[in-house]
């Protein structure tokens, strides 16, 4: 059984009747009044313990699996005259006792649980989207496998809510868990329903909490209590009447009529004979709330802003509320989410108070008391007669004082343009400097003034200025060591107002230095010591003059270098070949060098032998020593020495292939200039 809000009728299916205990496949309404039975062409076979959910955007109610004598994962749809099958190309396993919710916020029904034809209780959860089933995977924590439990959707929160079921291995539950559309989250509560099975709950949207009923528990007879989770707790209600104790019944909620509906279900016990039930009920308490409290007002320009405490809604949650001013009876309606909302359309100069009602589903409550009177004024003229005088990287602006409107001007803003930049001062005063400017571009600035309303709109744009000065510090600097020297890189400086004529980089210690012009951004310094660790500062200089100097780099240390270069070569037809790759020294040792390298395929395949597929001997990834020995003629070392690859020949055509030497741990105190190098195997087939 479930609510379509589209036509405003709860709808039932199915089910075991009460005098001969028939399985049956009929479809009735219930308009709040009367059930009626329709009589669609095409029905979905006669079954119990099925599941169903209304789908508001598409309209359609849609029923899945249950059965009996087996059952069944067939998807139907009801669009208030026809019932459709519908064919989705995966679909859950079959299963009764199962749940289906609408997830309003993700639009998608959601099955989770139930009682599989396969043996055991499931826990997965699927979405219907109209057209396919997707089953959703959750990380754990998430619920144990169950059949029998009742779910429903909190549209406030956006969280599907479950509760208890039976589990094979556990028996009877009295768990809460709540999905959020991604995880899964456990819930506990003080006070708990009993553990049961074969209960029913809906959400009741008018009062915000999820309403179970009844239940069948093991060894008691079946259970006829209420309870509400507000999305934080559980708590009993006490009504009376009450619907007598049963399990199996259906519950849906009319939120049109603001009512909790049940029908029938299976009364008896454990200790006795069953039999079916086929009674109505409605539970609909909705009394309107007590009146706001604590309402204050704030005057503004031409409105006031009114606030208010929330009072209690007396069990039924609040809609809306409506503010009234006085004199003159204008209205403003009030989202329920809000205890506070600016009153436009008020007269200046004009004494006004408020009052405020709530309303719920049962209807407006009485006015609160009024509020405190209150004037609306109006904000300040702009001010007059801005002018500018440019300096470096600030301006002095000036004005003349325009109106209060009735309010003391408490202060005034400049702006400038572009950028924003700005400056507040006292309202005695009628001239600020604006700093932080860029030099070499051109200004503009505005003024506001501000009173106990508010702030006026701008005034006209000055006159336009361009300040300027020295350029600005040079910005991360960079710097690279290479033998007896040091490349060093920057970002540009600010210009401020006049073109860089060069930049100057110094080494510290030493004060090494090189020059370039304004247009480059990097310069080598050469004269360094080897094994001497250097920073270095960068200053820009233009015709106003020289800047401050940049922040020092990473410091470096020069020192004699290895590098080694790419390679490329024709694959050929067949048998192995020699790929020669140079690795060089920035000069000659003294003493014998070692480095070491490693052989890596990138689109190339490497194998430590010639193999099916193979490209070239990668030697079986191993990390490799090249030496340098020192000459005993020339008592110095080779300045390259070679790493030989054997490439392997085929005849397949192929796009060029690559792989990468890389070397590491230099000794002798040399440094890697370039530790790596890609050797191409040109394709020739």
Known sequence: MAYDSARGVTLLFGGSTSGDGSVVNDTWEWDGTTWTELHPVVSPTPRIYSAMAFDPVRQRMVLFGGGYPTFLNDTWEWDGTTWVQR??????????????????????????????????????????????????????????????????????????????????????????????????????????????????????????????????????????????????????????????????????????????????????????????????????????????????????????????????????????????????????????????????????????????????????????????????????????????????????????????????????????????????????????????????????????????????????????VTPLGPPSAPSSPSAAAADSQATVSWAGSAANGRPILFYTVTASPGGASALVAGNVLSATVGGLSNGTSYTFTVTATNVVGTGPPSLPSNQVTPSPTIAIGDVSMLEGNSGAHRMVIPVMLSRTSATTLTVQYKLQGSSATGAKRRLPGADFNDRGGAVRTLRFRVNATVHATPLVQYIFVTVYGDTQAEPDETFTVTLSNPTGGYALARPQAIGTILNDD
Not at 195 to 219: I, K, P
Not at 360 to 372: D, E, F, I, L, R
Not at 435 to 453: R, W
């Open 87 to 464: 064919s989705p190309s995966v679909s859950p396993a079959r299963r009764s006792l199962h749940t289906l919710v609408w997830d309003s916020v993700r639009q998608r029904v959601v099955l989770f649980g139930g009682g599989l034809s396969i043996g055991g209780d499931a826990n997965d959860l699927w979405e219907w989207d109209g057209t396919n089933w997707v089953q959703r995977s959750s990380s754990t924590p998430r619920p144990p496998t169950r059949f029998g439990h009742a779910a429903t959707f909190d549209s406030l929160r956006g969280r599907m809510v479950v509760f208890g079921g039976f589990k094979s291995n556990l028996g009877f539950l009295n768990d809460t868990w709540e999905w959020d559309g991604n995880a899964w989250s456990q819930r506990v509560s003080a006070q708990v329903p009993l553990s049961r099975s074969y209960t029913s709950m809906v959400f009741d949207s008018v009062r915000g909490v999820s309403v179970l009923f009844g239940g069948d528990r093991d060894d008691l007879d079946y259970l006829g209590d209420t309870w509400e989770w507000d999305g934080s707790a559980w708590t009993q209600r006490v009504l009376s009447p009450s619907p007598g104790s049963r399990r199996f019944n259906g519950l849906a909620f009319d939120s049109g009529r603001g009512a909790t509906v049940l029908f029938g279900g299976q009364a008896g016990g454990r200790s006795g004979t069953n039999w079916g039930l086929s009674d109505t009920w409605e539970l609909r308490a909705i009394p309107v709330p007590d009146a706001p409290t604590g309402v204050s007002a704030i005057a503004a320009p031409g409105s006031a802003l009114v606030t208010w405490t929330a009072p209690s809604d007396n069990g039924s949650a609040i809609l809306s509320y409506s503010v009234t001013a006085s004199p003159g009876g204008a209205t403003v309606a009030v989202p329920a989410t809000q205890t506070s909302t600016t009153f436009n359309g008020l007269t200046n100069g004009v004494g006004y108070t408020f009052t405020v009602t709530a309303t719920n589903a049962g209807g407006a409550s009485n006015p609160s008391t009024s509020s405190n009177e209150v004037t609306p004024a109006d904000v300040p003229d702009p001010p007059g007669g801005v002018s500018a005088t440019g300096g470096d990287a600030q301006a002095i602006v000036s004005w003349s004082a325009p109106s209060g409107n009735g309010s003391p001007i408490t202060s005034y803003s400049v702006t400038a343009s572009p950028g924003g930049a700005s400056v507040t001062v006292d309202g005695s005063q009628l001239s600020a400097t604006v700093g932080g400017l860029t030099d070499g571009e051109s200004y503009t600035f505005t003024v506001t003034a501000a009173n106990g309303v508010g702030t006026s709109n701008p005034s006209l744009p000055s006159n336009a």
